[in-house]
């Protein structure tokens, strides 16, 4: 399959049509919008000189959106978290509690997602866990002189990264197609004796293991757990070989842009439109319709139900279905929402009187007991008073 990727930025729609155009003449081709935050960074970087030498930084750029399209998270990790669109107020806070939080976000969704050990370029090898920058090219150098690795023991003969390196890295790079089916999973080397005790179990080679989902889910966890691997450990396993090299990242969605609507003056109260969150704050979320204007959808119009704070409702990437309210195109500002269908009804009846129910209880009350305490209480209080 062919694929156009087209940068969402100034002229996206017009390049579009012209796609669009294009495949109608040319079968098995696709186009697909994608961002182009960053794009520009990237491509004036040291390391995008380093990558494409002789190439004009105009077509560095085009050829970083397009590998976005193949692989949006090896590319963007060359990319300063900052210069990626993290919101309108990430100049008010502290700029180096930001940027630490933003590697530690970046280096989670690495290491969840894994690495392929003989595809990764050195940015992206750098923010496994363990790994540093200086290790990660050591690695890719290691890779280019001697070949692919086959092993993940084969790390161990790479400058600069020893026993403890390899300990907290190797779990999450993978080598396909190698030596060991293990290592093309998230199991980390050092509980491979685990599996030889699962292998033995089922009496079975790996091959016949991995993917079998029916016959693993027979085998008992806690039979193969010791003091240095507990119960959850062996879980995980199992579950890694259920499903050997799995993308835990969702199915890739775009939006689906409504022709004839390529500007902010096309716009009209009451369309519905289909858009991409491309920032959401706590007053609620800015949303792409391709019209080179994003519309905000305030935090009261994105559900029937109440809502504090639009980061509870959506995400950044979300595509979301929103009703135009109103348009100013003298000041740029579209306002959205996202309230298409009726309210849920209630599903009890009209809301009573509570006192009136009160009322209604105290009156139906003929427990004897609690009366002739009344009676006592009222006849002690009179004596009282006379």
Known sequence: MNLIAIGNGTASRETDKLAADLMKRIEGMQRIVVSEAGASVYSASEYASQEMPNVDVSLRGAASIARRLQDPLAELVKIDPKSIGVGQYQHDVNQSELARTLDTVVEDCVNRVGVDLNTASAPLLSRVSGLSPSVAKAVVQWRESNGAFRNRQQLLQVSGLGPKTFEQSAGFLRIRDGDNPLDMTGVHPETYPVVEKILQAASKPVQEIMGRAEMLKTLRPELFANEK??????????????????????????????????????????????????????????????????????????????????????????????????????????????????????????????????????????????????????????????
Not at 290 to 306: E, T
Not at 319 to 328: A, G, N, S, T
Not at 330 to 340: F, H, N
């Open 229 to 386: 691997f507990g119960v959850i450990t062996v879980k995980d396993i199992l579950g890694e070989l259920e499903k050997p090299g799995r993308d835990p990242r969702p199915d890739f969605k775009v939006a689906r842009f409504n022709d004839g609507v390529d500007d902010i003056a096309d716009l009209q109260p009451g369309m519905e439109l289909e858009g991409t969150v491309s920032n959401v704050a706590a007053f609620g979320a800015f949303v792409d319709l391709g019209v080179h204007q994003d519309g905000l959808v305030h935090v009261s119009q994105l559900s029937h139900k109440f809502v504090t704070d639009a980061r509870e409702v959506v995400k950044t990437g979300d595509i979301v279905k929103v009703k135009v309210l109103e348009v100013d195109a003298a000041r740029k500002r579209i306002s959205l929402t996202m309230k298409l269908g009726a309210p849920a009804q209630r599903r009890d009846g009209p809301r009573e009187n509570r006192f009136e129910n009160a009322g209604r209880g105290q009156r139906a009350t003929n427990n004897p007991a609690i009366g002739g305490a009344m009676q006592g209480a009222f006849a002690k209080l009179q004596g009282l008073r006379k």
